[in-house]
């Protein structure tokens, strides 16, 4: 389904990354990939996933840093001639942000959260256009909490719901380069973000407990969902934020467990 297509993958710290899903799924299609990674640490986790993989390209991509983004895009055009499509699986905000009350969240936390997991989103597509001369696909990560008030998500919940709307403004002024911009809402995932994050546990029950499917979602769900929207079978679909979350968010109350 993506033969002859050429991606970028960023995101990926390690095999339980939601990007790696997604890398997989596409590979299993056909698709060329390139992947960048953010700071040295964590260079040698990419370029072992990568290394039996044909006609691939790793990068380093710290998305603060314009002149990497710029070198970075420039890397991969020059590689492959072109760029289909993009996963955007990046998000940062410090770790005492991610606890205790929005309240109280520094400006510095606030900034930074927003600059790493919202405005990259932007950035990246704007590096992207002169390469995505036939049209193109971008898809990004969000979560429940931009929309509902979720505990201790806090200032990710603000700096989601910014890459949400994000997602629909870019959708309009890239629908004209024939360039579709979505977003997946996740439910949650053990992966290394959510890792040192506090009650994770707990979630995890909450969402057995109440998801019509009764259980949590697999990266591998999110990674097939990603499939979908790079590849033409989601022609007609952009600026949308689609739910792969087992349908934790279409409840409202409840009833208790049988
Ligand atoms: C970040 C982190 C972004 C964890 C994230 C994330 N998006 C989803 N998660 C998992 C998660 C985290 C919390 C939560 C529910 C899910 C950590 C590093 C920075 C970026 O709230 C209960 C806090």
Request: some cysteine; glycine content about 8%; proline content about 3%.
């Amino acid at each position: 389904m993506l033969e002859n297509k050429v991606g970028i993958i960023f995101g990926v710290a390690n095999k339980r990354s939601i990007a790696w899903a997604c890398a997989e799924s596409c590979l299993e299609q056909g698709a060329k990939l390139a992947f960048t990674y953010q700071g040295e640490r964590l260079k040698d986790n990419v370029e072992k996933l990568t290394k039996d993989l044909p006609d691939t390209l790793v990068v380093p991509c710290d998305v603060t840093n314009q002149e990497e983004v710029d070198a970075a895009f420039k890397a991969v055009g020059e590689k492959y001639g072109k760029i289909d499509f993009i996963v955007h699986s990046i998000a940062f905000a410090p770790r005492e942000a991610l606890e205790g009350e929005f309240l109280t969240t520094s400006r510095e936390a606030f900034l930074t959260a927003m600059e790493i997991s919202a405005f990259s989103l932007p950035q990246l597509s704007l590096a992207a256009l002169p390469y995505m001369k036939e049209g193109g696909s971008i898809v990004c990560m969000s979560y429940y909490g931009a929309e509902k008030v979720v505990s201790n998500y806090n200032v990710m919940g603000v700096a989601k719901a910014a890459l949400e709307a994000s997602t629909r403004y870019l959708a309009e002024d890239l629908g004209k380069h024939n360039i579709r911009v979505n977003a997946i809402s996740a439910g949650p995932i053990n992966t290394l973000s959510a890792r040192g994050v506090k009650n994770m546990g707990t979630m995890f029950k909450h969402i057995e407990a109440n998801a019509p499917l009764r259980r949590n979602v697999e990266a591998e769900e999110v990674g097939k969902t990603a499939l979908f929207l790079v590849s033409n079978l989601a022609s007609g679909i952009t600026g949308e934020t689609i739910y792969v979350d087992c349908g934790f968010n279409i409840i409202g109350i409840q009833k208790p467990a049988e």
